[in-house]
């Protein structure tokens, strides 16, 4: 079955710092992987993807993430966070040959001024 | 920019009545998305559309839950008679044939009392 999971309910980082989001995937076949922020009253909006091709993808708001096959992740990371970086981070995978997307449980970011 | 658009923001109805939730998908897009997100956890799949039908459907769809595409702009979900636990954020999603970005709406919050 396809999961994906994000071990960080909550991540914290000062404004400048790097900062990375976790995201641990498990499905059959090829993944889409696809990050999503979510800020508050708002819907999702589309950060990333990875289908295939280079590894490090790279996104809006200067936001990238790095596939892993081998250690199934696909983590986010920005190299220096803002304050208005803060909100509900959510990683989702869907099967290449399926309609639907799975998202992981998501991940609250604070960046502190 | 073109947006999914969502109507009602919020939703307040009694258990036992049917509601139905609008949603304007982004207009050259085909394939369309209802999920869930109950408060405080993740993203769920209900069902996704395309070419009219159903194209796939998750365990919370059940008989309660139908989708319908009433003429070329709208994409709405019903759901027949509503429990206290149908209480959740409700997202419409859209995207093109040729690509597999989802593009969100804002989200319809439904409250069951």
């Known amino acids: 079955a396809q999961s994906v999971a994000q071990p960080e309910d909550q991540v914290n980082v000062a404004e400048g710092n790097p900062l990375t989001v976790k995201c641990t995937y498990s499905v059959s076949g090829n993944p889409y992987l696809f990050w999503y922020v979510q800020y508050p009253n708002r819907g999702l909006q589309f950060l990333l993807k990875?289908?295939?091709?280079?590894?490090l993808v790279k996104g809006s708001y200067g936001f990238e993430a790095e596939f892993n096959k081998s250690q199934t992740s696909f983590h986010l990371k920005k190299p220096s966070a803002l304050v208005s970086d803060s909100a509900l981070y959510f990683c989702?995978?869907?099967?290449?040959?399926?309609?639907?997307?799975?998202f992981g449980a998501g991940t609250r970011l604070f960046v502190k001024a | 920019e073109p947006e999914v658009t969502q109507t009602p923001s919020h939703q307040v109805t009694q258990m036992g009545q049917e509601v139905i939730l609008r949603c304007v998908p982004i207009s050259n897009h085909l394939y369309f998305y209802w999920y869930r997100q109950i408060l405080g956890q993740k993203v769920e799949f209900l069902v996704s559309?395309?070419?009219?039908?159903?194209?796939?459907k998750s365990e919370i769809f059940d008989d309660q839950f139908s989708v319908e595409r009433p003429d070329g702009s709208n994409f709405t979900l019903k759901i027949r008679s509503t429990k206290l636990e149908d209480s959740a954020m409700y997202f419409c999603a859209s995207r093109r044939e040729s690509t597999d970005t989802q593009y969100f709406g804002p989200g319809t919050r439904l409250t069951v009392l």
């Open positions: 990875y289908i295939t091709g280079d590894n």
């Open positions: 559309f395309y070419n009219n039908e159903i194209s796939e």
């Open positions: 989702a995978v869907r099967d290449l040959g399926g309609f639907k997307t799975i």
